[in-house]
């Protein structure tokens, strides 16, 4: 909001939202004093991805991840890469027709992954909120739910593959590194248990985000780093 560096904390504080006025546990604080809940924080940048992902006429998840990352101010950092992750994932399966997308499922997925992807809890409990999003996606094309065999395990197969590709690209995180990744991850598996082959690669991804960064950018250490590609 006033561009001051924010504060990362280790046990929870009580706060008002800025915004809706509602009190919360925080564990992000500026400074000067301004605090936004996490449903005011990442509800302008859903709603408006939303338009784009399903309006979009690509299959290349990847190109419609850059679309949102174009056309909206998304900050650097933050869970509302999880809602476009899955975003631009069901937006190209949707395109693709091969399983059916529909408003009600995108709600259904979304609603998922806001029980779990909270603003920061990438430090506090080791679980990026971008994981549950490519795990709410599979877990509803697949069926799974508390109880199911094969479906629950593979759901939790994909999701701790894309948890350790996470990990490989933290020190410090990285939100936009953390999407491309689990982009790759998700089309291998929707080839794997689907037959799906959605287009679009990682190896043409460039990344002109290194100077945004509040914690300092990897550089050399991330695959999608500009100087790297050229």
């Not at 029980?115 to 709410?136: E, F, S």
């Not at 995180?173 to 690669?201: D, M, T, V």
């Amino acid at each position: 909001m006033c561009g001051s560096p924010l504060e990362y904390l280790t046990q929870a504080q009580k706060s008002k939202c800025f915004y809706c006025g509602k009190e919360f546990n925080n564990y992000v604080l500026c400074p000067d004093g301004h605090s936004i809940c996490e449903e005011c924080h990442n509800k302008p940048i859903i709603d408006k991805s939303r338009e784009i992902y399903l309006k979009s006429s690509s299959m290349d998840p990847y190109f419609i991840f850059d679309q949102m990352l174009q056309q909206l101010y998304v900050p650097m950092l933050g869970c509302h890469h999880a809602f476009m992750v899955a975003g631009a994932l069901l937006g190209a399966l949707k395109k693709e027709g091969s399983v059916k997308i529909t408003d009600k499922i995108v709600d259904e997925v979304f609603s998922r992954i806001s029980n779990q992807a909270i603003g920061g809890y990438c430090g506090l409990t080791g679980i990026c909120g971008i994981v549950p999003a490519v795990g709410a996606c599979f877990a509803y094309l697949l069926g799974s739910k508390c109880g199911t065999d094969q479906e629950q395990k593979t759901v939790m197969e994909i999701t701790s593959e894309v948890c350790k590709a996470i990990a490989n690209l933290t020190g410090p995180s990285c939100c936009k590194a953390y999407s491309w990744e689990s982009l790759r991850i998700a089309q291998k598996w929707l080839k794997k248990e689907f037959n799906i082959s959605l287009p679009g690669s990682m190896e043409k991804i460039i990344c002109y985000f290194d100077s945004f960064h509040p914690h300092g950018c990897r550089q050399a250490r991330c695959p999608y780093y500009s100087k790297n590609k050229n």
